[in-house]
Every structure is written in C-alpha cells, then in structure tokens.
C-alpha cells in the first residue's frame, strides 16, 4: 500500500506524547497543592480536569485554525473552567499556570508502543515531525520524552508563524526534510488538522484513532494502535 513512500511525518501531541494524560497527572497535583479542593468544594480534581479538558480541546481548536492566539488560548482554557464550574476567574492564581506549563511537557507518557514502532519505522524511512504546540513546550517533550533523535527535521508552527492544516505547513516540511509529497505520508490523530490538512496538501494520511471514532469517509486510512503502522510499513 505503502511502498513507493520514504518519509513519515507525524505529529507530536494527542498521536505520540499522551497530551491528556500528562495533563491530568499535572493538574491533579496541582490540584491539591493549590487547595483548589477547597476552592471548588469538590475533594477530587475529576471534574475539574474534564471541564478543562474539554475547553483545551475547543480553544486549541479555534487556535488551529487561526481564530485566537497564544495567550488567549491559555487565559480562557482556565478561565472558562473556573466560569463553567462556579468560581470567580479572578481568583485563578496565575502561579498554578505557571507551575502547569513548567511540569507537564516534562511528563512521559506516550501512546502504547510509540518507541518501539518510531525505532523500527527509523531504520526504513526518513522521519519528520509537524507539531502546531507551542515552541517551548514541544522542545521540553522532546528532550524529556527522548524522542528528539528519532526525527530528522522539526517544524513547529509558532516558529514559522503557519498551522496545521494550512497546506503551506505542509509545503514547508516537504522542502524542509527535503521530501516530495508523493513519497510522504503525514500520521496524526487531528482529522481536520493533520489529516485532512495533509490531504488537501497532496499527501497521504493516516489518521491515529485510539477511541475508536467512526472512520469518516473522506480518510483513507486509520490506525487504532501506533504498533500497526509496522505491518502497513
């Protein structure tokens, strides 16, 4: 299926590093060393970490496509939690951003299989990386998680100023890793972001679906387990 293609282009969060679950360790301790049992009178941090959740992935959205910027992606994601969840915004301590953005790209917890399958993939294919997260964060997973070495470029999209699925990120991977979009497959977990954004930039995609989502039509092709693009390559 894949045999004419040399170079693999994966996203970073949400397809290798576990976003949601790195963020949940963090706010869960935070939780408490804020006292924010007290705060929210709920004695565990489960509701607060799904609301949050849920307003990071509708902002981180908008942000993909352009709608808001950086600093307003992260002063509502916990401003629209407190709103949701009865507290004052004003009362959010800007020290407990400043503590989650320090601790949680330091945390290592990947997708099932993520090195095993990365190292089998680096010995046949040319590996690139195309992450719309934020510059600091993203090198701090890298270094932390070891996963640096197994990618031959980086682009991170607050660098060169374009996102995911502008095609012309695309476009600048491509000449960046020196690939042509023939021989290049882009694997995320993004539908609209990595693949359809791949797709409509001429490249074969492949979307990573671990909670098993209904395949939309337009997808060529899904995974459920990163282990199985070692029998698709």
């Not at 790195?22 to 924010?36: G, M, P, Q, V």
């Not at 496509?65 to 915004?89: E, M, N, W, Y």
Request: glycine residues 4%; charged residues 25%; contains cysteine.
């Amino acid at each position: 299926m894949f045999n004419d293609k040399k170079h693999l282009f994966f996203d970073l969060d949400h397809t290798i590093w576990d976003f949601d679950r790195n963020a949940e360790e963090t706010l869960h301790e935070l939780y408490y060393r804020y006292s924010f049992d007290d705060l929210f009178n709920s004695p565990t941090s489960n509701q607060f970490i799904a609301t949050y959740t849920e307003n990071n992935h509708r902002l981180w959205n908008l942000y993909h496509h352009g709608k808001i910027d950086k600093p307003t992606l992260r002063k509502l994601r916990f401003a629209d939690t407190f709103s949701q969840l009865g507290v004052d915004p004003e009362l959010f301590p800007l020290a407990f951003e400043e503590e989650y953005l320090e601790i949680c790209p330091t945390k290592k917890n990947l997708f099932p299989n993520a090195h095993e399958t990365l190292t089998y993939l680096k010995d046949k294919y040319t590996l690139h990386l195309i992450s719309n997260g934020f510059k600091e964060a993203c090198e701090k997973k890298l270094e932390h998680s070891n996963l640096a070495p197994y990618f031959e470029t980086i682009v991170i999209s607050e660098i060169i100023g374009i996102n995911k699925p502008d095609i012309r990120i695309f476009q600048h991977a491509l000449n960046n890793g020196k690939a042509n979009k023939t021989e290049a497959v882009m694997i995320g977990d993004n539908l609209d972001a990595d693949v359809r954004g791949a797709q409509n930039a001429g490249l074969e995609a492949i979307f990573f679906n671990p909670f098993e989502l209904e395949k939309p039509d337009d997808v060529n092709h899904m995974i459920k387990d990163l282990k199985e693009l070692q029998q698709l390559f």
